[in-house]
DNA sequence: CTTGAACCTCTAGTCGCTAGAGGATGTAGG
DNA sequence: CCTACATCCTCTAGCGACTAGAGGTTCAAG
């Protein structure tokens, strides 16, 4: 407890200005301050940082983060709120990894078509050129 | 041939605002212009906008389709680069791959394990709140 | 009491666009 | 030739989620 900010951020891997970012955009109300007018952080704050810390890594936007740190801070409230957010969430993921996993074989496809000699016969050049070349056009 | 921004763009799939943007930046050169300074563009135009729209799709980035752009005009060097360029963005989109399918699984585990009641044992906010509980640490 | 690491605020930059203001031009119909 | 109006022009600002840097202050150890 009575936590300076570079401190805070070792203890939650967040960098010092992302601490200050967050405060800004109202995801961390104003700490404390000593009389120089630094800031202090204790527990609560940094269980609450954490929170959002582990909430960016599975890709959540900081306004679902917000909903979901109002919803936390109400338990007696349905958590059909929070599962909806967090479906939400996944169907993103997964159609993101949808578009990605196709994207990759067209790379792969232009990689391994390419005969490694000079660019006028390249195959990355020539079917980033042409889209007819594409195995798949929904792109 | 000789077609407006606007025609350009419905050729091409790629909004006016943006085909300006590239122009800023250098992508695209500056076009002719008519009496009264609107852009006038020819196929040439019109090729290079497509391979970099085609290039855009694949999440290459405006600075690797500077490169590649760059090669695909001296035909005579050799396509190692065009390659390696391909490659570090396949590597790259395989990467991306790998976290969202860490992320989708993590999600998932969160959802079915929510009882659906209510927020003060809600497994989503939960797992938020404490990382302890991911069955992957890595992230 | 001094040093220097860590803190402070503020502004601007990143990427790849997108939106909007406020005005000029091009073209089709009358 | 004139009018309407879609399209064009430039310019500035905004998005998300930070990141970098300037220029100055405070804290804690020795």
Do not use: W
């Not at 200050?20 to 940094?46: D, K, M």
């Not at 958590?79 to 909806?84: K, L």
């Not at 969430?89 to 232009?110: D, K, N, Y």
């Amino acid at each position: 407890m009575d936590l300076s900010i570079g401190e805070l951020s070792r203890r939650t891997s967040v960098k010092v200005p992302t601490i200050r970012y967050y405060e800004q955009v109202g995801l961390l109300s104003p700490p404390a301050r000593t009389e120089g007018r630094q800031r202090r952080y204790g527990e609560a704050e940094a269980a609450r940082l954490n929170f959002i810390r582990h909430a960016r890594e599975l890709g959540f936007e900081l306004e679902a983060i917000r909903e979901l740190l109002e919803l936390s801070g109400s338990p007696d409230r349905s958590c059909a709120e929070a599962d909806a957010i967090a479906r939400r969430q996944m169907e993103a993921v997964e159609r993101r990894i949808g578009q990605l996993t196709a994207l990759r074989g067209e790379l792969e496809r232009m990689i391994t078509e390419c005969g490694h000699g000079h660019v006028c016969e390249c195959r990355v050049i020539q079917v980033l050129a042409d889209h007819g070349q594409c195995a798949h056009a929904q792109h």
